[in-house]
């Protein structure tokens, strides 16, 4: 499956961004997806994931109601609803799949094998 981000940029403290991934290749239905985000000389870290239904869906503290993850199984892709964004929320954004992830495992990088190219999310004090 490939996936493909998009809906980066930048905004003010306290505004909203909406991003997307969208899949090509093979149904995302099957698949745990998940965020991630780089900011720069700081390590990868986990946003949050949703399960293949959409029903359940796990947040970092950090974006913890601020943030929504939602999916569109018939139209192939999800969407990342970040409001109030704080300028330690600048980083790139990376969507991620990956199937049969044990709930322990959810937080980790390596349980996801497909990698969107990542979007830039800016934001301005």
Same mark, same amino acid.
Request: charged letters at 20%.
């Given at each position: *499956?490939?996936?493909?981000?998009?809906?980066? $940029?930048? *905004?003010?403290?306290?505004?909203?961004?909406?991003?997307?991934?969208?899949?090509?290749?093979?149904?995302?239905?099957?698949?745990?997806?998940?965020?991630?985000? &780089?900011? +720069?000389?700081?390590?990868?870290?986990?946003?949050?994931?949703?399960?293949?239904?959409?029903?359940?869906?796990?947040?970092?503290?950090?974006?913890? $109601?601020?943030?929504?993850?939602?999916?569109?199984?018939?139209?192939?892709? *999800?969407?990342? &609803?970040?409001?109030?964004?704080? +300028?330690?929320?600048?980083? *790139?954004?990376?969507?991620?799949?990956?199937?049969?992830?044990?709930?322990?495992?959810?937080?980790?990088?390596?349980?996801?094998?497909?990698?969107?190219? $990542?979007?830039?999310?800016?934001?301005?004090?």
């Amino acid at each position: *499956v490939q996936l493909q981000a998009s809906g980066g $940029g930048l *905004v003010q403290a306290g505004g909203s961004l909406t991003l997307s991934c969208a899949a090509s290749g093979s149904s995302l239905r099957s698949y745990t997806v998940a965020w991630f985000r &780089q900011a +720069p000389g700081k390590e990868r870290e986990f946003v949050t994931a949703i399960r293949t239904s959409g029903d359940n869906t796990y947040y970092a503290d950090s974006v913890k $109601g601020r943030f929504t993850f939602s999916r569109d199984n018939a139209k192939n892709t *999800v969407s990342l &609803q970040m409001n109030s964004l704080k +300028p330690e929320d600048t980083a *790139v954004y990376y969507c991620a799949a990956g199937e049969r992830i044990i709930l322990s495992s959810l937080r980790r990088d390596l349980s996801y094998d497909y990698w969107g190219q $990542g979007t830039q999310v800016t934001v301005s004090s």
